[in-house]
């Protein structure tokens, strides 16, 4: 298969306009959020390029709208969910940099993710299935 046969197929341009894809992109949000009559974007950001690709484009059009009268207050929130210490930290930090969100929220979730196992485990055993081994206690 060919690059013009892959085009044909996918229904797609051979050739990316990166100004036109941004400022699509951004109106779309911008248009879900209005439409939602909400004034928050919440997305997770782990640090990788997706999530801040996709912050960044959130913090653009929350720029954007804030600049217009219907979209004042507009917020973007970025939302972290570290289980302890994040190995990839200084990722996530550059990523967060590189996104300039109105609102940074980091929330540990060791605590409540261990509980959840735990009560999991304990489930199982009432039933009679303890988990065969101690690597299968990460897939209970």
Do not use: W
């Not at 484009?57 to 970025?78: K, S, W």
């Not at 930090?93 to 409540?112: H, T």
Request: proline content about 4%; overall charge negative; some cysteine.
């Amino acid at each position: 298969m060919n690059q013009n046969s892959v085009v044909a197929e996918m229904k797609v341009s051979p050739e990316i306009d990166v100004d036109f894809e941004i400022k699509r992109r951004v109106d779309f949000l911008k248009k879900t959020l209005l439409d939602s009559g909400l004034k928050h974007l919440v997305l997770g950001i782990s640090g990788g390029i997706d999530s801040c690709t996709c912050g960044r484009l959130a913090q653009l059009a929350v720029d954007e709208l804030n600049g217009t009268e219907q979209g004042e207050d507009c917020r973007f929130v970025a939302v972290r969910l570290p289980y302890g210490s994040q190995a990839d930290e200084a990722d996530a930090q550059l990523a967060l940099e590189f996104i300039r969100p109105s609102m940074n929220v980091c929330v540990d979730v060791q605590a409540g993710s261990d509980a959840i196992h735990q009560s999991t485990l304990n489930a199982l055993q009432e039933q009679g299935l303890p988990p065969r081994s101690d690597p299968a206690l990460d897939f209970a």
